[in-house]
C-alpha cells in the first residue's frame, strides 16, 4: 500500500493577509505618534514664555529659578524647550532619552537632561545636557 498524498493545496494570500495588517498597524502607529507630537507642540506654544528683561532676553523661568549664563545666550527654541520641561515634568519624566545619558550621566527619563530634581520633584539645578 502507498500512503496517499493530500490533495489539499496550500490556502493562498495568508502571507498577503499578513503583511496587510502589518502595515495597517504601522499606519496607525505612524498617526498616533503625529497626533502625538502634534499636540505636545501645540501645549508648548500655548507656554507662557520665560521672565524678560527690558531687552527681551531670558533671565528666570518659572518653578526652576534664574538661568544660568550658559542658557541665557541660548537660542529662543533651546530656553523655550527647558521653559517647558520645566512645567511638564510630570509629563517628560515618562520619556526615555536614547542617547546613552542613562549610563554615563545617570539619567532615568528625558526630565533629566533639562533638570536635577529632588525626591519630590523640585528642580534643584539646571542640567546641561538637553542644550547640548
Given at each position: 500500500?502507498?500512503?496517499a498524498k493530500s490533495s489539499r493545496p496550500a490556502p493562498r494570500g495568508s502571507g498577503?493577509?499578513?503583511?496587510?495588517v502589518?502595515?495597517?498597524g504601522a499606519l496607525v502607529l505612524v498617526v498616533l505618534v503625529g497626533a502625538g507630537a502634534f499636540g505636545l507642540s501645540r501645549m508648548k506654544a500655548k507656554q507662557e514664555p520665560a521672565t524678560q528683561t527690558p531687552a527681551g532676553n531670558p533671565t528666570h523661568?518659572?518653578?526652576a529659578g534664574p538661568m544660568p549664563q550658559w542658557?541665557?545666550?541660548a537660542p529662543t527654541?533651546?530656553?523655550a524647550?527647558?521653559?517647558w520641561a520645566?512645567?511638564?515634568h510630570n509629563e517628560l519624566q515618562y520619556f526615555p532619552c536614547f542617547c546613552g545619558c542613562n549610563q554615563s550621566a545617570g539619567h532615568v527619563s528625558n526630565s533629566d537632561c533639562y533638570y536635577a530634581r529632588d525626591g519630590k520633584g523640585t528642580i534643584t539645578a539646571y542640567d546641561r545636557h538637553a542644550y547640548g
Open positions: 500500500m502507498s500512503a498577503s493577509s499578513q503583511w496587510k502589518f502595515l495597517a523661568i518659572e518653578g542658557l541665557t545666550s527654541a533651546v530656553v524647550d527647558y521653559t520645566a512645567a511638564h
